[in-house]
């Protein structure tokens, strides 16, 4: 019992010394995302908009490109070079994820919000060929470009990125 423990350590560690810790948030991240999507694909028609409140819908998309559609007309090579870039950045942020400390808060928890969001959006362009959009914010004629769960996930993280350089910035000079 006590050989099996010890083997186990440096892997429990990982998971409880380590930002790895809020793996669990990446996982949970994915499956909103990805459920949510399922649920459009159910039950929303392909560019039917359901307005929710004044100021948001609905709206059943793809999105063949990046971020606001960037790209999205590009023959189709952007399938597969976002796809690469959207694995490429999640193990490099899983690498960063296993550097954090267990006094590490805000880092972690953005690093794991990002993971989740780009696995969940490269899952969508590897079984789809494009990205299920499906969140809209609007004023009047001014239409913010749809988004889902997954792009929700990496700019919360995102901003809590800044948030962390910001209060670790201020430490340093006091």
Same mark, same amino acid.
């Given at each position: 019992?006590l050989k099996?423990?010890?083997?186990?350590?440096?892997?429990l560690?990982?998971?409880?010394?380590?930002g790895? =810790? %809020?793996?669990?948030?990446?996982l949970?991240?994915?499956v909103? $995302?990805?459920y949510?999507?399922?649920?459009v694909?159910?039950?929303?028609?392909?560019?039917?908009?359901?307005q929710?409140l004044? %100021?948001f819908?609905l709206?059943?998309?793809?999105?063949y490109?990046?971020?606001?559609?960037?790209?999205h007309?590009a023959?189709?090579?952007? =399938?597969w %070079?976002?796809?690469?870039v959207?694995?490429?950045?999640?193990a490099?942020?899983?690498w960063?994820?296993?550097?954090?400390?267990k006094?590490q808060?805000?880092l972690p928890?953005a690093?794991?919000?990002i993971i989740?969001?780009?696995?969940g959006?490269?899952?969508?362009r590897?079984?789809?060929g494009y990205?299920? $959009?499906?969140?809209?914010?609007?004023?009047?004629?001014w239409y913010w470009p749809? %988004?889902n769960?997954? $792009?929700?996930a *990496?700019? *919360?993280?995102a901003?809590?990125l800044i948030?962390d350089?910001v209060?670790?910035k201020e430490e340093?000079?006091?």
């Amino acid at each position: 019992m006590l050989k099996a423990r010890a083997k186990n350590a440096p892997m429990l560690k990982l998971f409880t010394q380590t930002g790895w =810790r %809020f793996l669990w948030l990446s996982l949970l991240v994915l499956v909103l $995302d990805q459920y949510t999507k399922a649920l459009v694909l159910e039950n929303i028609e392909l560019y039917q908009a359901i307005q929710i409140l004044p %100021f948001f819908n609905l709206t059943h998309v793809y999105n063949y490109g990046a971020a606001f559609s960037f790209l999205h007309d590009a023959g189709g090579w952007q =399938r597969w %070079f976002f796809t690469i870039v959207a694995i490429a950045v999640s193990a490099l942020v899983l690498w960063w994820l296993k550097q954090t400390t267990k006094q590490q808060l805000i880092l972690p928890i953005a690093f794991s919000l990002i993971i989740g969001g780009a696995i969940g959006n490269a899952y969508d362009r590897l079984v789809h060929g494009y990205v299920i $959009d499906f969140l809209v914010l609007y004023y009047q004629d001014w239409y913010w470009p749809a %988004f889902n769960v997954a $792009d929700s996930a *990496i700019c *919360i993280g995102a901003v809590l990125l800044i948030i962390d350089m910001v209060k670790n910035k201020e430490e340093k000079h006091a």
